[in-house]
């Protein structure tokens, strides 16, 4: 069975201090790891999607970084706009491209 | 392009009566999901579809069943709400088919209370 595991549940920053996120995972052959931001009373949205160890993306003051056992989501001077819940998901290979969610990272960033 | 749309935004439901959720996309997507959304419970995958004409449940299909009426449409259906279906629901797509991964597009959500 799948598994996504996201740490730590809720993180508050002020603003300009950089952070990490975690996602550890367990799936049976990875076909993508995927990260969403969702905004209080909205529907996630995406964010990157990586595919293999060692692969980054990064978005504005966001990089995502993937090793064969957890995903860390960076976050560099984070503002307060930067405040949500960051979830993450995996993707296994013969899923019929099911996702299984972690719980999710509040984020909260201070002025 | 309004990308995933969800109807109705609200919904109060009596214990017993029954309704129909929405979902509507305009990306052309082959594949699309229902998930609830629960406190300290995460996404959880209700039923999809990875194509027109087929369905297929999901981690948490009790007491729901889900038409896919048309390559746009993905619908709903509680035939007799329970309180434990009190939850946030948000449909999502994708274009899903060929050898790379494939990313789920959320619509808006619908936010239900069963009383």
């Known amino acids: 069975e799948d598994q996504v595991t996201q740490s730590p549940e809720a993180l508050r920053l002020q603003e300009g201090e950089s952070s990490s996120l975690n996602c550890s995972y367990t799936?049976?052959?990875?076909?993508?790891l995927f990260w969403y931001r969702q905004d209080p009373g909205k529907g996630p949205e995406f964010l990157f999607t990586?595919?293999?160890a060692g692969e980054e993306k990064e978005k504005e003051r966001l990089k995502a970084t993937l090793t064969k056992k957890e995903s860390f989501l960076h976050i560099t001077a984070p503002k307060p706009e930067d405040s949500a819940t960051y979830l993450c998901?995996?993707?296994?290979?013969?899923?019929?491209?099911?996702?299984?969610f972690g719980k999710g990272t509040l984020l909260t960033v201070n002025p | 392009n309004a990308g995933v749309t969800q109807t109705p935004k609200f919904q109060v439901l009596k214990t017993g009566q029954s309704m129909t959720l929405q979902c509507a996309q305009d990306?052309?997507?082959?594949?699309m999901y229902w998930y609830r959304q629960d406190p300290g419970m995460g996404l959880r995958l209700i039923y999809y579809?990875?194509?027109?004409?087929?369905?297929d449940k999901g981690e948490v299909p009790n007491g729901y069943n889900v038409s896919r009426l048309n390559k746009r449409e993905f619908s709903l259906r509680l035939e007799s709400a329970a309180p434990s279906q009190t939850s946030v629901y948000f449909c999502?797509?994708?274009?899903?088919?060929?050898?790379?991964?494939?990313?789920?597009?959320f619509g808006p959500g619908t936010r239900l209370t069963v009383l």
């Open positions: 999502a797509s994708s274009e899903a088919g060929g050898q790379g991964s494939d990313t789920q597009y």
């Open positions: 799936v049976s052959g990875l076909r993508g």
């Open positions: 990586l595919y293999s």
């Open positions: 998901a995996v993707q296994a290979r013969g899923s019929n491209y099911k996702l299984t």
């Open positions: 990306m052309n997507h082959n594949s």
């Open positions: 579809s990875a194509s027109e004409g087929t369905t």
